[in-house]
């Protein structure tokens, strides 16, 4: 009896994070939105039909995406997955190829597409305008030479696991720049087993510091925590989402801050599970 009892706990711990026919969904935290406030965006852009998801069509009895569980750091949320607490993490395609990558026992249960997200860097509004528009001339400069695009090659195309740590130049006596990134987007935003950040991000950063001839110091922050990074200016750039949606909105930018232009898109999410 106690056998059945302890494998009937393990059957509802594991598979009964879905009620009614509603899937849980886990996702990073977003900076500017409750988790109210992205559903009621997410269904927007499937009435709009800016999101469609490939998969046996699991979706709510409402036809609506999902409900959705926020999470601060990618580790967090993986293991939310495990425990069960979920029953699938969405990220971007880049993003899970690299999970994949490492966790074999996950699948990719669903793409979905038609949600073009930008990245972009965050600074400041209130005092640090003129350098975000340095930094997005450098951003320019390097999708005009082609020096972004051998980036996003090395770096995310064909990443090769381990990502190796990143050399930034040293300027005598120029200006420092801090910059926070999260580790929370492999291999694009990547923080190696040694907490020593690495990826497209800090490559990425390298070259606009070399560019720009200004010092680049890295430190290492929680998704949910970009946003006091850089108000408490212990941070004077973040990485944060630039979401272009049929009304413009930007759910994920938080208030008083500015972004750069864009560096990287997507359009296409895996939606991932465990085997």
Sequence with gaps: MKKYLLSLLTILFCAGVSFAGVLNVGILTQLNTTKEEFRNFMDGALSAGLWTR??????????????????????????????????EIDVPEAVGKYILSQRPEYFTAAESIS????FAMGFR??????????????????????????????YITNFNVPLQPVSFTNFDGAQTVWAAVTGDLP???????????SGF?????????????????????????RASALASKRADVIFCFRVYSWDGTQPDLPSGVIVSDSYFDWTKYLHIRKK
């Design 54 to 87: 490939y998969d046996s069509g699991v979706v709510d009895s409402d036809n609506n995406p999902a409900l959705f569980t926020f999470y601060d750091s990618l580790l967090a949320m993986v293991m939310g997955l495990d425990r069960g607490e979920i029953e």
């Design 115 to 118: 949600r073009p997200v930008f």
């Design 125 to 154: 509004k209130n005092d640090s305008e003129e350098l975000m528009q340095k930094f997005s001339g450098a951003i320019k400069a390097m999708k005009d030479d082609g020096t972004l695009a051998v980036l996003k090659e090395k």
């Design 187 to 197: 291999p694009v935003d990547y923080v190696d087993e040694n907490d020593k950040p």
């Design 201 to 225: 991000n800090v490559a990425l950063l390298a070259e606009i510091g070399k560019r720009l001839e200004i010092n680049i110091e890295v430190i290492y922050v929680n998704s949910g925590s």
